[in-house]
């Protein structure tokens, strides 16, 4: 029998995804317990529960600091720090732009240009006040919103892990819609297999597969939500600087990294700044291994460590970065 006829999995739909739980021993009472964190966290983060501090910061814009729990607090501080990167795509407080664009939420049209105007002031991070012995955060312009969608998954993934650590299991998956975390990997195996999608093509369709043991793997990629028109896509992926999706060489970038947190932010990271820069800038974190995927049909991937990653795909064209091309 091989390794992977021994998994158990286990599956839930939260936070709007599909989440799914593999272990190497039957324990659906574990795994009921996973999903309950998972929610929990789900309800602390979200920006559209009642119960929600995220939800509660917000309708405090520009009337009063929120008192938060101690999670929520330093999810937001590394939020916060994150937007304050020199030239940095990862903004948190592009909640405004991302609720009038609705893209992935049956949003198909294009807000005119004066309404992005209007909502760009109310997306600059220098205005989030955070008072860590108070444990507040306060936004200081009415109408301005914090998003932490594009971070919350990869922390929860990591709560999972060092949950399931605590529980004594050293080899698991979780996968949260996308961001994946991993304990070790299969008996007797290379690794866990991640494919990297193909974008635009069937749900099925892979480029590759990597291979990785007690890493994170995630993706962010133009073809996960978007709409058409005029023969024009319009992805999900903004630019707080502009309002409007960005427009550069890439269709996706997979970081893989120790934790998946640290995944959520240099996916977008890594988006905004494009091939040349991301790869110099992956020069300085050799912690962080990545794959970008060219709209011209080439996965160049940051370091010649990457050779757990393998090409399924003949329409692309692999290029491995060594230290003299960077």
Known sequence: MSAEE??????AVLM???????????DEALAARVFRLIKQYEILLTVNRPQSEVMSINQAAGLHPVKVSPPVFDLIACAHAASLFPESLFNFTIGPLVKRWKIGFRGDSIPPAEEIEALLPLTDPRQVLLDKEACTVFLQQKGMEIDLGAIAKGYIADRVRDYLQREGVTQALINLGGNIQTLSGPPEEAGWGIGLKKPFAAPDALI???NVRGKSV?????????????NQRYHHILDPRSGYPLDNELLSVTVISEDSIEGDIATTLLYGMGVEKGLAYLHTRPELEAIFVTKAGKVICSSQRLSSFTLLDSEFQPEIVTDKTV
């Open 16 to 26: 709007g995804s599909p989440i799914l739980l593999k272990l190497f021993e039957h």
């Open 218 to 230: 995630v993706t962010s990629g133009i073809y996960e939500r978007y709409f058409e028109l005029n």
């Open 6 to 11: 021994r998994v158990y999995a286990y599956s």
């Open 208 to 210: 590759g597969v990597i």
